[in-house]
């Protein structure tokens, strides 16, 4: 069996689209080779990287190219009869393309059905075909989903993914860090770990239970991360858990009823960190230690095959509930205080001084920013320009960077240059980083509970709105229309931007309508902006008419002001995301656009 690296081609006439089905190759430990086909001369295929490639795909369009998708594939496969080769389009006319996935099957290339261009399809595809040329073919260690992607936990056999995680942490550090831990647990009461995930930060998360226990009790999630980095941030976590969320003080706002009791410090190592020195913490799981544990993200996907779309938006709605009113507003929202800052300020603060505003961009941000508004721009263009008029994109980011750079809110009613604007904002306990990885669910008697996790960003005095604001844009972004690969689709575009229109803000009101039985890609819109609104529909409950002190309840100008700066920011950083497609970066280029001129209308009428 070959332990080589693999190695893969990927061939796409859009940069965006060749970065998003590369991800899941190279955070599988491949060797990807991205190539562009604009400007290249027929001459060119007989110049194609063959030697030493295990798989290659490409899609069969390739806009201002000499040749098909089709083509470079099959000069591949004379180069190199052993790569894998599959060809994929987003659209295609019926009887064109069973005459192209005729003549691919006769090269030995797998032709996809149309749409079907999904990184988890294509990945799969790969593999299968690969495998299917090279017998004994042997995966690198680490799947690309045990990269960041949630999976079930394994019985209590330990699965591959398990094994993998293992490896990738060593046993020899997980042991002691688990021993550490849990020093009352020994070879007499075995602790039981199921993985989980892992996280961009290099960490690896565990659950852990006592399997030979009548009664098993809670469980623990066990956090391990390596390295300075890795002990600043698990002690940060440690500290602020601790301080703002058990303490000893019986007043306190405490998340109670569905986050840890407890949380383990990390290991004191007595000396330096050293780059392959690993820590951990645990979280406490109130409960009573059985049921699936999952991730918002995981539930909102969930199964096709565990019933309708109907069914899983109810339970999604009734965990948003329970996750907003019943724990976070009820124990940190609805008792907010409210104080004089700038919604938005420049730059960062200096080091240990307060934040004077609510928000802001690094200079290392705001050039990944720019960086992949010039990315996008020609491909916005076509898309955007035709729904929103002639050089709308080139208005669009150019709004976009005086914002940033300035300020500056485009407002017929008062000069609205934000950095130099203080208001009353609500301030609270906030986690700081609710995206959709971060909330977990556990599963009670068929009843979904949320669980919490990564308080690194938690915050006592935040700003509440921003807990809301990043699982809304998680919804949009990254889980709309995932369900079925439709988010990558040019022409839903326009119906995106119609449910935007029609999104209100303030949500007074919230109503139980159930999900209309809207089939496929419509029905997966129709899910997310419901959704949506119930989260908008809870943050005006809990920081409007539920706070606690209603002399500072903001006004419907400030309530808005305050969610849309909130949604801006969470927006803007989504541009520079790389784990997000271009279609959705394009609809967040229309909301950046959408939210800084109501930005500037809100401030005008507050200040004239």
Known sequence: MSHDQPSILVMDDSPHSRRYLSLPFSRASWSVQELDPMGKTLDFLERLPCEGLTAAIADWHLAESPFSGLEALSAVRKGNGLVACVLYTIWARGEEWISVREDARKTGILALEPRNVNPEVIFKKVLEEVKRLRPGFQEPRQTWEDYEAWIRPEDHAPGSRLEQAIELVGKGNLVPILQGLFP??????????????????????????????????????????????????????????????????????????????????????????????????????????????????????????????????????????????????????????????????????????????????????????????????????????????????????????????????????????????????????????????????????????????DFSEFEEKGHPFYDYARLENDIRLRLMGYEDGSDILDELLAEWLNREERLKMVIEERHDNELPASPGSVGFIDKAYKLIAEIRGLAYQNLSIGLKDQSIRPSKESFSAQYTSALLHRTLISLASTDIVPQKKILGLWLAHSLISRLGTLVGKMTS
Not at 211 to 219: F, K
Not at 292 to 312: A, H, I, M, N, W
């Open 184 to 453: 009352d647990r020994g070879p007499q009461r075995p602790i039981h770990y199921d993985y989980l995930k892992s996280g961009f930060s290099g960490s690896r998360v565990f659950l852990l239970n006592d399997p030979s226990a009548s009664n098993p009790g809670p469980r623990y999630i066990a956090k391990v991360a390596q390295g300075d980095n890795g002990h600043l941030t698990l002690s940060k976590e440690h500290t602020l858990f601790h301080r703002s969320i058990l303490g000893d003080n019986p007043n306190l706002q405490k998340l109670v009823g569905y986050v840890a009791e407890e949380l383990r410090p990390p290991m004191d190592q007595g000396g330096p960190v050293r780059g392959n020195d690993w820590f951990g913490i645990a979280y406490r799981e109130v409960g009573n230690g059985t049921g699936q544990v999952t991730s918002f993200r995981e539930l909102y996907l969930g199964d096709p095959e565990t019933g309708p779309e109907e069914k899983r938006y109810r339970q999604l709605k009734l965990f948003l509930d329970r996750l907003y009113s019943s724990c976070l507003g009820n124990w940190f929202q609805c008792k907010a205080t409210a104080s004089r800052r700038k919604l938005w300020a420049a730059s960062l603060p200096p080091t240990g001084s307060k934040a004077e505003a609510c928000y802001y961009l690094d200079q290392k941000k705001k050039l990944e920013i720019f960086i992949a508004l010039a990315e996008l721009r020609p491909r916005a263009s076509i898309l955007l320009d035709r729904l929103c008029g002639a050089r709308a994109v080139k208005t669009f980011i150019h709004e976009v960077k005086e914002f940033v750079e300035l300020g500056w809110c485009n407002s017929g009613l008062a000069e609205a240059v934000l950095f130099h604007r203080e208001f009353m904002v609500l301030e609270a306990s906030t986690h700081g980083d609710l995206h959709a990885g971060n909330v977990l669910s556990l599963d009670r008697k068929g009843e979904m509970y949320p669980f919490l996790i």
